[in-house]
């Protein structure tokens, strides 16, 4: 009697206690029979999963800026989602990519429904630590015409156009913009009017104004090639750098990890690191040392600010044949009358060591700057004479001779 009670009970209970619970599972097996079968399901990648959501025309948005994306309770995209959608060529075209702006909330939840719009523009931009970001970006204005949306009060309703010389955006999250950054987009110069990363949890809400070019520091067309980067003068201008930036270390032995940071193009000594591996801190200092047996990407972050961060791809070998990397070691900008001390290292599996033998320094331009070599170590000083250019310091010794790049610069 008990176990045709407990069956009994099981079979009325499948969907819930209650009735909102039994309605609300019902409808969802109703969505998903509708999703097995609608003309309009596609498949979609989000955060490299695959998803089935059924996509169609928002009939509210009179502008058809936006559509509905369809999703099941078991596949959940928040605000701020970027979503591949429909293959362009190139592959990374903004137009494969849309963004979940909004999400529709019901009192029974049988599915998602997210607001989405094509991404139409790749935001590329240098930040103040000398860091490049890309970014798929929504903008849904032009310098003609502005189609105002206030997202500020979570009403994403258009609301108005009217003739201007702005340009407003929506992207992910990110609180790698500030006030003032210049960006360039389809050939003009814009920047940062406003901005607002908390109205709307997961986005970032920006709002352009036109600028000017900096012929001095943009990135600009060049012999067809189509990229443009407002300050692109100001990249890496804080970095982190390794001798060997593409190690191969033998199945089940050690590797040291040695990083060198710069500032402004002048070396840091005895500067620290945390190294991460798949997102866990997995240690601290000025190396950091590891027994490898497969495969690892190791990422290295400034200690001290996070941002500037540098990967590194560990691949494995059953065997790997010693190779012996030469670098020069030292900044990468002398001021004028200033002088610049220069070392080589030899990095052997890991292993990083000052080079003992004789090592012989000499530069391209003595205009700019003049050489001196003793006790395997280079001293290069900028000459007084208000020039500034790049010289090519180069470094021989008996089994090698490399070069580094040097660039002459103001005193301001």
Excluded at 137 to 150: H, L
Excluded at 313 to 339: A, C, P, R
Excluded at 354 to 369: F, G, K, Q
Aim: aromatic share 14%; with cysteine; proline share 2%.
């Amino acid at each position: 009697m008990s176990n045709y009670y407990d069956t009994f009970l099981a079979r009325m209970t499948a969907d819930g206690f209650n009735y909102k619970d039994q309605i609300e599972h019902l409808a969802r097996r109703n969505f998903d029979a509708y999703l097995a079968e609608t003309p309009t399901a596609v498949q979609i990648t989000y955060d490299y999963n695959d998803y089935k959501v059924a996509i169609v025309e928002n009939k509210q948005d009179e502008f058809r800026l936006s559509k509905l994306m369809l999703s099941s309770v078991k596949d959940y995209f928040p605000i701020g989602a970027l979503i591949k959608w429909e293959y362009y060529s190139p592959l990374d075209s903004p137009e494969n990519f849309w963004i979940v702006w909004k999400q529709q909330q019901n009192s029974i939840q049988d599915h998602y429904v997210n607001y989405i719009s094509r991404c139409n523009h790749k935001l590329k931009w240098i930040d103040d630590h000398g860091v490049r970001h890309e970014q798929y970006v929504y903008e849904f204005s032009s310098k003609e015409n502005m189609i105002r949306a206030t997202f500020k009060s979570r009403v994403q309703e258009i609301i108005a156009s009217e003739p201007n010389k702005f340009m407003e955006i929506i992207m992910p999250f990110t609180e790698d913009i500030k006030r003032e950054q210049r960006f360039i987009v389809d050939g003009e110069a814009w920047y940062v009017i406003e901005f607002d990363s908390s109205s709307v949890d997961g986005i970032t809400y920006i709002t352009l104004g036109e600028d000017k070019k900096d012929l001095q520091n943009d990135l600009l067309f060049v012999k067809g090639d189509k990229e443009e980067l407002a300050d692109y003068k100001n990249e890496n201008k804080f970095y982190i750098s390794l001798v060997n930036s593409e190690p191969e270390v033998e199945r089940g032995t050690s590797y040291v990890i040695k990083p060198y940071y710069y500032e402004m193009g002048i070396l840091k000594d005895n500067t620290e690191f945390n190294f991460y591996i798949e997102d866990y801190l997995v240690g601290s200092g000025t190396f950091y040392e590891q027994e490898y047996n497969e495969d690892t990407k190791v990422v290295i972050k400034l200690k001290s600010n996070e941002d500037i961060k540098l990967e590194v791809n560990i691949s494995v070998k059953d065997e790997v044949i010693t190779n012996s990397l030469y670098k020069i070691i030292g900044d990468n900008n002398i001021k004028w009358g200033k002088t610049a001390i220069y070392s080589v290292v030899l990095e052997e599996n890991g292993n990083i060591s000052n080079v003992e033998d004789y090592v012989y320094y000499t530069i391209n331009n003595e205009d700019l700057a003049f050489c001196e070599s003793e006790d395997n170590i280079g001293y290069v000083t900028a000459n007084k004479k208000r020039k500034i250019g790049k010289i090519i310091l180069t470094a021989e010794g008996e089994n090698f001779s490399i070069e580094k790049e040097i660039q002459i610069t103001s005193l301001w």
